[in-house]
Structure formats: C-alpha cells, structure tokens
C-alpha cells in the first residue's frame, strides 16, 4: 500500500511559479512509474507528466512541455512538479499517480495504469 501526500496549491498570477510535491510512504522501487494528471473544472482528467524512478527520459502532454519539469528526491521518496511560465489554462486539481511496477511507455498517460493516487490539490491562475 502507498499512500501519497500532496503539497498544497494555491493562487498564482499568469506567469507565475509554483512547485508541487508529492510525498510517498509505504514503499517506492526502482520500477515504479510516477506521473501527474489534472482536471479543469467540466473537464476528463488530462495527463501532465510522468518520471520513472529508476530514471530515464521523462514525458510530458504537449500543453506543459517546456514550462513543467517534473523531478524527484529518492532519499525523500518525493517527486515534484515544477510549473514555470502558468497560464490561466492551467488552472485544475492536480493529482499525483504512483504505481508501483514499469507501466509501460503507451500507457504512460492513462490513469487507468496508475493504482495510487494523491488527494489532488488546487492550482488557480488568474490575475
């Protein structure tokens, strides 16, 4: 069992920075596949990013790329979410996903391959 704690949001002008984190106890692997997903008000979930633990190239949506990193601490057994350059598209709850074994490259953005989930945490951008 895993169980993840996601840091607070918050509001943040168009232009703005924010960082994220997500906080796993329970365990974590080297296998283990990481991502984010967020969901606008009326929206689906929409995937954000995703980071493997044992490394590797990270993926991310097209909407994000360029202004989100995402990154993580293997002695925090953390993984964070960079947002540089926010607009206020990016307003949604943002979740982080875990799921403890390799998910393959395919389904990287689908929630349905991730089985933990955070408790989502609001990010508004407006001015």
């Known amino acids: 069992q895993v169980q993840l704690v996601e840091s607070r949001g918050g509001l943040v002008q168009p232009g703005g920075s924010l960082t994220l984190s997500c906080a796993a106890s329970?365990?974590?692997?080297?296998?283990?596949?990481i991502a984010w997903f967020r969901q606008a008000p009326g929206k689906e979930y929409e995937f954000v990013s995703f980071i493997r633990w044992s490394g590797g190239i990270p993926g991310y949506a097209d909407s994000v790329k360029g202004r989100f990193t995402i990154s993580k601490n293997n002695a925090k057994n953390t993984v964070y979410l960079q947002m540089n350059n926010l607009k206020p598209e990016d307003t949604a709850v943002y979740y982080c996903?875990?799921?403890?074994?390799?998910?393959?490259?395919?389904?990287?953005?689908?929630?349905?391959?991730?089985?933990?989930w955070g408790q989502g945490t609001q990010v508004t951008v407006s001015s």
């Open positions: 996903a875990w799921h403890t074994a390799r998910v393959i490259l395919s389904n990287t953005r689908t929630r349905s391959a991730y089985r933990y």
């Open positions: 329970g365990r974590s692997g080297s296998s283990d596949t």
